[in-house]
């Protein structure tokens, strides 16, 4: 967008033939018909449509149109140059900015007073662009101000991908009280619990100097706050539980004895406290050999399926598959069969249902000796339940129907995910046209 969206007068007719967005971006860049001017902080203006923008954002349309609408034709913009502020106004029309360093959060500032949360998710596409360990947690700590949850999520996958570097770095020291409880709030934050510990009590030691109070047990609990539920103490060793807590002052008489009540006895109630183990972000279960299977006559199917069963102690979501066509025979255009590990140009679109509902949908092809990686467009949320819940993977080949030569009729493996030997996800293996190599996890974090 230019400086003065003035314009020049349209030639007669441009909007024939256009689709709205293609008329929004002609009245964008040639700025025709604008009714209102912003004074940017760096002195330039900036016009723009006031129906444009009410329609994109509630404070606008309080503002041009509102029971307390001002009646005039410039307004000030305090908080952002020409160059930013115009930036932002483009993604009303195109749903598209380009987003910097320098911009960044000047951005995020237009998108939280005006109410613009789209802009939050598009920034996302940024932050994947340039995050890393050096500025994880800092741009966390940012996005959080402005509760860009889009953001936020973004951020916090990496975070708990690479939670024991980030925890070990001084970075974290510096983090306030409320980024540091979204991060540990996630049991996918998986560190080790004993280090969690450790250095969110150097944290909190931090917190006193800076706030001036002495290091006593008292205080850290203070600094801590609601923290202190979030460092998985229940899931310690007693002997680790006891090194880092006895005589320190953290916790009370009471809550120390009903930890040390659950250490020993899992069945003692404990309300407050965090009592889930930490898991990685993603997972993967590799799935054993089929051991049982039956060959038949060749039959020609459009549609090849496989289905498992699921038992979860937990909700887990299910982000892709990977599995092999060994046990498939293709046929060209006539009788002679083609060998899997020749084949290059056979793609595959399919749907994943739980039960008898579509939730997922994907596309896939052959990589290497006849390996079909699987990841879904939307992963595939099974809740805790403890009836199994019937997941079925459906494939069509986009180059037509495929001869298949082998079948399994009954269970071929059950596995599991376990939490500190305790399973959390069993898988079974129903009737399948083809099976399964490995099933890619990610797990909940259960933050809020």
């Known amino acids: 967008m230019s400086d003065n969206m003035s314009g020049s007068p349209p030639a007669y007719r441009w909007q024939v033939g256009k689709t709205i967005d293609q008329c929004l971006q002609g009245i964008f860049k040639n700025g025709i018909w604008t009714d209102v001017t912003f004074k940017c902080s760096d002195g330039r203006q900036v016009e723009a449509h006031r129906l444009v923008l009410a329609m994109r954002s509630p404070v606008f349309q309080a503002m041009f149109f509102g029971l307390c609408s001002e009646k005039k034709e410039e307004f000030e913009i305090e908080d952002a140059d020409s160059t930013v502020f115009s930036e932002f106004l483009r993604f ?74 980030l925890l070990n770095s001084e970075a974290f020291l510096r983090l306030n009280q409320r980024t540091v409880l979204t991060i540990i709030q996630g049991r996918t934050f998986n560190a080790p619990v004993t280090s969690l510990f450790e250095v969110t009590i150097k944290w909190a030691k931090k917190q006193c100097t800076e706030q001036g109070l002495k290091e006593t047990g008292c205080n850290i609990r203070k600094v801590l706050g609601s923290l202190i ?59 054993p050999i089929p051991h049982k299977f039956m060959y038949a006559d060749y039959v020609l199917k459009s549609t090849i399926t496989s289905e498992l069963s699921f038992s979860l102690k937990a909700d887990v979501k299910i982000v892709g598959f990977e599995t092999h066509f060994d046990d498939f025979d293709f046929f060209g255009d006539g009788d002679d069969i083609l060998e899997v590990d020749k084949i290059s140009c056979l793609f595959f679109q399919g749907t994943v249902s739980v039960g008898e509902t579509v939730v997922s949908q994907f596309e896939s092809g052959f990589l290497n000796n006849g390996i079909v990686k ?37 269970a071929i493996f059950s596995s599991s995910l376990a939490i500190k030997k305790v399973c959390y996800c069993e898988v079974h293996d129903g009737k399948n046209d083809f099976s399964f190599d490995k099933i890619i996890f990610e797990n909940v974090s259960g933050r809020s």
């Open 92 to 165: 009303f029309y195109l749903d598209d900015a380009e987003v910097t360093q320098s911009n960044f959060h000047p951005l995020l500032i237009l998108a939280d007073k005006y109410e613009v949360p789209l802009l939050f998710q598009h920034m996302t596409k940024f932050i994947k662009s340039v995050v890393d360990v050096d500025n994880a947690l800092e741009l966390l700590e940012l996005v959080i101000a402005f509760n860009a949850k889009q953001c936020m999520k973004t951020l916090l996958e990496f975070i708990d991908v690479n939670a024991e570097v």
């Open 374 to 410: 699987v990841k879904l467009n939307d992963p595939v949320l099974l809740k805790q339940s403890s009836l199994p819940q019937h997941v079925t993977l459906s494939m069509v080949s986009r180059t037509g129907p495929v001869y298949v030569r082998y079948f399994s009729n009954e």
């Open 229 to 287: 539920y979030y460092l998985g103490l229940p899931t310690m060793t007693l002997d680790e539980f006891i090194k880092l807590t006895y005589k320190h002052e953290y916790l009370t008489f009471q809550e120390y004895e009903e930890i040390v009540a659950y250490i020993a006895n899992n069945s003692s109630p404990l309300h407050d406290f965090m009592v889930e183990p930490r898991l990685p972000l993603y997972e993967i279960l590799t799935v």
